[in-house]
Every structure is written in C-alpha cells, then in structure tokens.
C-alpha cells in the first residue's frame, strides 16, 4: 500500500506538469503517433532509466537503510549533475520540494538534519520507499511505473492519442519495465550515466519553445 501512494497520480506534487522533453519531441515531429513513441519511450528507459534512477534509486534506498549521510548527499549531487538541462534539473528539484512539503504535512520526513542539501525527487522517492519498507526491487519498479504512465498522459493531452492506444503501449512496455530492473541492479558504479543526447536536445530547445503545455 506504501508503494501505491507513492506512485499515484494523486499523490499531490505536480507531476503532471513536466514532459520531461516529450512535448518538444511532439512539436518537432520526433514523436508522432503511437509507434514512434513507442520506439521514443523504450529508447528513454533503455538508455536513460536503466543507468540513472533505476539503480540510484538501489543506492539510495540502501543509504537511507543505514543512514549513510555521505552517500546520500554523493548519489543525490550525481543525479543532479547528470541532468543535462535547466529544465530537467528543476523538476527534479521541483518535485523534490513537493514531497518535502507533503512529507513534512505527513509527518514523514527523516531525522532533521538527514535530508541531502536541494533533495531530489528520486532522493525523497527512495526515503518513503524505505520508511514505507518497501522491497528495493518494487521501488524501482513502481519507479518506472509511475513514469511511463506520466509519460503516456503527457502524450493524450499532446497527441492525438487515445487512451486505447496508451493501454497499447502499457502492454507492449510493461516486459521492458521490469527487464530494466534487472539490468539495472547489475551496473557497477562505473557503468551509471544517461545515455540520451536526443532526450538533452529535446528538452534544450523546449526552453525556447513558443507554445507549451507543459513545464519541461
């Protein structure tokens, strides 16, 4: 049940607000219809997930468990420092601050003074998960779920894209979630790192971009 509050779209920190660059992807003409984003969504998870969040989410889940305050701050600053955009970097730390706030009404924060300097949102997603003592592999996973499903709703508002079509593409990505768990708790240290120059470009030119819907 833990989990399940933390990955639904209910849960009060304005998520649905950001693209993570897919509206960018939209206007130019990367992303289309529902096999280009299909091939849009599985190359993100692929290159992006399964070697950034999935397995620091691992780390930090497993730093919380121990209250390795060092490790906390290191995995929270490399999240930090592998978002290639001003746009990426904000949210999140926008939505890190939103599940500060919900936490703190809650009463579900850490120990004062535990909190990483500018927590992220992977940071304090792995805090609950832990409190919540949720298996490490279901964290990742709901992870990812909550991400592909933002994903899809951020493409039915964008593109005319029906919700069957979304239910399509759950169906087709759903094996790939879970493929990218097991990939991801592989990884040594020095295999992490994004690997998403399109995603990068995508999210840069959104910056610029004239009309928006979304915040990234």
Known sequence: MGLMQLVSPALPIGAFAWSQ????????????????LNAWLSGVLEDGLTSCELPVLARLQAAWAVEDH?????WN???????????????????????VRLL?????LPVSGWLPQRPTYVTLFAWL???RGVAVEDT?????????ENQLAAACKALPLGQTAAQRLIERLRPELASAVEVA?????AELGPVLPGLALASALHETQYSRLFRS
């Open 21 to 36: 660059g897919l509206e960018s992807a939209f206007e130019l003409n990367w992303v289309s219809d529902e096999e280009s």
């Open 70 to 74: 060092e490790a906390l701050q290191y």
């Open 77 to 99: 600053d490399w999240l930090q420092a592998n978002r290639e955009t001003a746009e990426l970097a904000e949210e999140d730390l926008r939505l890190g601050q939103a599940l």
């Open 104 to 108: 703190d009404d809650l009463d579900l």
């Open 129 to 131: 998960a832990h409190r």
């Open 140 to 148: 990742q996973l709901g992870f990812a779920w909550a991400w592909l």
């Open 185 to 189: 708790n592989r990884l040594s240290d």
